[in-house]
C-alpha cells in the first residue's frame, strides 16, 4: 500500500532544542494530519490541517500544509522528554473515501 | 467522554484458528476505519465503514478477513485460519461524519499467533 516519505527516520536531541520532521507525497491531498504514537499506544492526533498554506499551532508545534498540497511539515519548540515517541504525518485524499494514509514515522529521542 | 474501544487488548492464537477484534466507536462517530501495524513501520489502510455499510475496503487481503460495522454494536475484524504473518498490531480508528478528516485511534489490539 502507498506510504508517505517522511523524514528524518529518527532523531536524537538534547532536551530545549527545537525540532523540525517534514512529509513528501506525489500525490495531493485534502487534508493533511500529524499523530503521535507513544509504545504500546494508539496514534493520538496533533494537529489537522485543511487547507494549502495553512500553519497551525497547538502549544509548542506547528504545523504548515504546503502549497503545492503535496508536503507538511511539523516543529516542535523547546523540546522537552516527555516529546519523545514516534511522529507521523498522514494525508487524506477526501472525496468517496475518508482514508488516511500514513508516514514512514519520525522516531524522536530526548535526552534530559 | 470515552475514546474509541478495543478489545481484547492482546490475543494468542494457534495457526488456524479464527481472532475476532472489536471496537466501539467514540460517542457520535459513525465512521469506523481498521489498520494494521507491524512492529517499528507505520500504519496501514484496511477498511473503512460506516453503519451497515463497507465504504472502502481496498487495503483488506481479499482472503479470510472480513470486517462489519452492524447497526447496533461495535465494530468487528474477523481473521480466519491465521496465519504468523497476522501477528500485529490492530488499530481501530472512529470519525465524525462532519468531520471526517479527523480520524481518533484506540489503544490497539495486539495478535500474537504461534
Known amino acids: 500500500g502507498q506510504q508517505l516519505n517522511q523524514s528524518p527516520q529518527s532523531m536524537f536531541i538534547q532536551e530545549g532544542e527545537d525540532v523540525s520532521m517534514n512529509c513528501t507525497s506525489s500525490?495531493?491531498?485534502?487534508?493533511w494530519l500529524w499523530y503521535k504514537q507513544d509504545p504500546g499506544e494508539g496514534p493520538v492526533l496533533l494537529i489537522a490541517?485543511?487547507?494549502?498554506?495553512e500553519l497551525t499551532s497547538n502549544g509548542r508545534l506547528t504545523a504548515q500544509f504546503g502549497i503545492t498540497r503535496k508536503d507538511s511539515f511539523l516543529n516542535i519548540s523547546a523540546s522537552i522528554p516527555s516529546d519523545v515517541g514516534i511522529y507521523f504525518c498522514?494525508?487524506?485524499?477526501?472525496?468517496?473515501?475518508?482514508?488516511?494514509?500514513f508516514g514512514t514515522g519520525t522516531l524522536l529521542a530526548v535526552q534530559p | 467522554n470515552a475514546g474509541v474501544m478495543q478489545n481484547p487488548r492482546h490475543l494468542v492464537r494457534r495457526r488456524g484458528q479464527e481472532a475476532r477484534l472489536r471496537c466501539s466507536p467514540m460517542?457520535?462517530?459513525?465512521?469506523v476505519y481498521w489498520y494494521r501495524q507491524l512492529p517499528e513501520e507505520g500504519l496501514k489502510f484496511m477498511v473503512y465503514?460506516?453503519?451497515?455499510?463497507?465504504?472502502?475496503e481496498s487495503g483488506m487481503p481479499k482472503e479470510r478477513f472480513s470486517a462489519e460495522f452492524p447497526k447496533e454494536g461495535p465494530s468487528i475484524l474477523r481473521i480466519q485460519q491465521v496465519v504468523r504473518g497476522d501477528s500485529a498490531a490492530y488499530f481501530c480508528?472512529?470519525?465524525?461524519?462532519?468531520?471526517?478528516?479527523?480520524?481518533?485511534f484506540g489503544e490497539g489490539s495486539r495478535l500474537t499467533v504461534l
Open positions: 480508528a472512529s470519525s465524525r461524519a462532519d468531520h471526517a478528516g479527523e480520524l481518533f
Open positions: 500525490s495531493i491531498f485534502n487534508t
Open positions: 490541517l485543511y487547507k494549502a498554506g
Open positions: 498522514a494525508g487524506q485524499y477526501g472525496g468517496a473515501t475518508n482514508k488516511l494514509i
Open positions: 460517542k457520535g462517530h459513525s465512521h
Open positions: 465503514l460506516q453503519k451497515e455499510n463497507i465504504i472502502d
